[in-house]
Every structure is written in structure tokens, then in C-alpha cells.
């Protein structure tokens, strides 16, 4: 049987979704009345029903142990450090941006300016965009966002469990088909009697 070399898929991590679609700084409500409770901290060891976001007094309660990442705001949309998630995902392609002295990546496609404003003629005279939604980016880099990247993971992953599929389809259809002619390819007549050699004087 030959052996199919097909795509491998890339691994997602089980909690980044939740961290993609979550909402940040929102009021904690187990300390409404303390100074620092804006919820923009995540977990990635914790699953189930606690909130996926807290505050800084929860996490000294129930995440000390745990890894956590603090989530800031850039122009009213998430960011997280390229230093806090480096080592536990994969970031390569996604366009990262120096803000307070700190390399950052936005969670998700943020919208493109339009119009005839500053914004909108810089995006246009851009040669690099977002593979996924268009944005206009500073450097050649693939993605604008760890949402997008998440977006051509998942496609390259379905292309990849795709053509797994269709190898082992036809590999399957190979071996039926090869039963199927081993089964039907003629065996070899029997002869009836002892064969008799005619004489040489005839």
C-alpha cells in the first residue's frame, strides 16, 4: 500500500476563542466598590462557569497559581503584550505595534478607516494588507490581529482535514479495487483425463 503524505493541522489552543470573544472592562461584580475592578484579566488554565474575565482582587483569590494575562486598551480596542503570550501561542504573521514602550498585538480586526481623512489616504498608499479582512499594515506582515489568524487557522486546518479525507478515500477505494480484481481474475482451466500425445507416424 503506498503511503499519502497530506497537510497537518495546527494546533488551537483550547482558550482562545473564549479570549477572542470575551468582554474586557467591564465592572467586576464580586468587588463593585473597590478601585481597580475592571475586569481585564484571563486565565488560560480555567474552564467553565467562573467569568472568563476578572479583576485584579480576583485574581489574588482564585488565580494565583494560574497563568493569566492582562488585557489593555489601545484606541478602544484590546490589546495583549507580545511578552505575556509569546511562549504559549503561536503569533507569527500577526502584526505587532509598540505602545508605551511595550510590543502589543490586537485581539481582534478592528474596522478600516474610510473616507478622505489622514487615516483613510495612509491605509490606501499601504502595500501590505490583512489576508483576512483587508486592514492596512505597517510592515509585511499576514494578519492584522490574533482573530484573523485564528480565521486562516481554521481554514487551513479544514483544507487539511479535507485532503486527509480524500487519502484515505481513495486508498480505501484502492484496496476494494485491488480484492475486487484478485477476486474476479481467472483461476485456470482443469484439464479432464490423462492428455494423450499423437504418435509420430500418424
Known sequence: MML????????????????LT????LACGAHPASPRNECNM????????????????????????????QIRRS?????VRVSEVEDVLDITGVQTYVINSARVLFLNERPQPRGAGAAAGKAAASPYNCEICGRALLD?????????????????????????????ANEEA?????????????????RKGIPHRAPFWS
Open 4 to 19: 499519502r503524505r497530506v497537510a497537518s493541522s495546527t494546533p488551537v489552543p483550547e482558550w482562545l476563542e473564549a479570549l
Open 22 to 25: 470575551t468582554r474586557f472592562f
Open 42 to 69: 484571563f486565565c488560560l488554565d480555567c474552564r467553565g462557569a467562573p467569568p472568563p474575565a476578572f479583576c485584579y482582587y480576583c485574581r489574588a483569590h482564585r488565580h494565583a497559581s494560574h497563568r493569566v494575562i
Open 75 to 79: 484606541s478602544y480596542h484590546d490589546v
Open 140 to 168: 509585511p506582515f499576514r494578519f492584522c490581529s490574533l482573530g484573523c489568524k485564528l480565521v486562516d487557522t481554521k481554514r487551513s486546518n479544514g483544507h487539511a482535514a479535507a485532503a486527509a479525507d480524500g487519502g484515505a
Open 174 to 190: 484502492e484496496e476494494v479495487g485491488g480484492s475486487m480484481n484478485a477476486a474476479a481474475r481467472p483461476q485456470g482451466r482443469r
